[in-house]
């Protein structure tokens, strides 16, 4: 069982996920911002790694991948951050690296694993790896390397799909609160069914909502539905906001956690 699966055996409720992009605001500062995130009680970190085309991804998401690429973020830049920071921090905070396919086939599939596994990772998110060829292609790669692989589903996934994804999962189902990109804001009386539904359907992984989770509030409502929450976007748009790292880090996650 590697770090995600012992936070999920201790913790069943309320676990904040924080992603953020490598090598933003600038190339440096990873290791501080995971640093920070842990010391401020972040149960669970995404590291996101800076596309030149993430589909998927709203405006604020965006730019800082472009500013990170700016600042000559690569895969293995952050690497090499993640080897060092494993090797003078030790933590049982699980971390996940969050990307796209074409940079991770260029980079070669498997020995990204294996230096994921060697950097301390716990798992990755690929969102536009299609199911089919990762149960062909890439299933037996992961699962060499002790790394869990985490699907999206959406309020468009059918539950024949939800349910394939659950059987090849081993971390946790990532659910999109709605059919938008990172950042936008969500509806949980709107789509109170599409939760409701992933809940009745008792899923052997843990399910953490994320797009347009951005306060409190909206944190406290996601929770209602699912094991946690994932806060991305604002989180970003917070490390703007004061030349102080750390303290950025610690007053957002103040503003979640603290009542």
């Given at each position: 069982?590697?770090?995600?699966?012992?936070?999920?055996?201790?913790?069943?409720?309320?676990?904040?996920?924080?992603?953020?992009?490598?090598?933003?605001?600038?190339?440096?500062?990873?290791?501080?911002?995971?640093?920070?995130?842990?010391?401020?009680?972040?149960?669970?970190?995404?590291?996101?790694?800076?596309?030149?085309?993430?589909?998927?991804?709203?405006?604020?998401?965006?730019?800082?991948?472009?500013?990170?690429?700016?600042?000559?973020?690569?895969?293995?830049?952050?690497?090499?951050?993640?080897?060092?920071?494993?090797?003078?921090?030790?933590?049982?905070?699980?971390?996940?690296?969050?990307?796209?396919?074409?940079?991770?086939?260029?980079?070669?599939?498997?020995?990204?694993?294996?230096?994921?596994?060697?950097?301390?990772?716990?798992?990755?998110i690929l969102p536009d790896l299609p199911v089919q060829e990762y149960e062909k292609e890439f299933k037996e790669?992961?699962?060499?390397?002790?790394?869990?692989?985490?699907?999206?589903?959406?309020?468009?996934?059918?539950?024949?799909?939800?349910?394939?994804?659950?059987?090849?999962?081993?971390?946790?189902?990532?659910?999109?609160?709605?059919?938008?990109?990172?950042?936008?804001?969500?509806?949980?009386?709107?789509?109170?069914?599409?939760?409701?539904?992933?809940?009745?359907?008792?899923?052997k992984n843990k399910v953490l909502i994320g797009f347009g989770i951005r306060d409190r509030k909206?944190?406290?409502?996601?929770?209602?539905?699912?094991?946690?929450?994932?806060?991305?976007?604002?989180?970003?748009?917070?490390?703007?906001?004061?030349?102080?790292?750390?303290?950025?880090?610690?007053?957002?996650?103040?503003?979640?956690?603290?009542?």
């Amino acid at each position: 069982m590697n770090q995600l699966g012992q936070l999920f055996a201790k913790k069943s409720k309320n676990i904040l996920s924080i992603y953020f992009t490598a090598g933003y605001p600038e190339l440096e500062d990873t290791t501080k911002i995971i640093t920070s995130l842990i010391q401020n009680g972040a149960d669970l970190i995404e590291i996101g790694m800076p596309y030149s085309d993430p589909l998927a991804d709203g405006a604020v998401i965006q730019e800082s991948g472009t500013k990170a690429l700016e600042n000559g973020m690569t895969i293995e830049k952050l690497f090499d951050q993640l080897k060092n920071f494993k090797n003078d921090y030790q933590s049982n905070c699980p971390l996940i690296l969050m990307g796209y396919l074409n940079p991770v086939l260029q980079y070669g599939f498997e020995q990204f694993c294996k230096q994921a596994h060697d950097c301390g990772i716990s798992g990755i998110i690929l969102p536009d790896l299609p199911v089919q060829e990762y149960e062909k292609e890439f299933k037996e790669i992961i699962e060499k390397y002790a790394l869990n692989f985490i699907f999206l589903v959406t309020p468009q996934t059918s539950e024949s799909r939800i349910r394939k994804i659950d059987s090849l999962s081993n971390g946790f189902i990532y659910a999109v609160s709605s059919s938008s990109v990172t950042g936008s804001n969500v509806d949980f009386i709107q789509q109170e069914k599409y939760f409701q539904k992933l809940q009745a359907m008792d899923l052997k992984n843990k399910v953490l909502i994320g797009f347009g989770i951005r306060d409190r509030k909206s944190f406290e409502e996601a929770c209602r539905y699912s094991a946690g929450a994932i806060i991305g976007s604002a989180f970003i748009k917070s490390l703007d906001q004061e030349k102080d790292l750390d303290n950025s880090v610690k007053d957002f996650l103040n503003s979640i956690l603290q009542s």
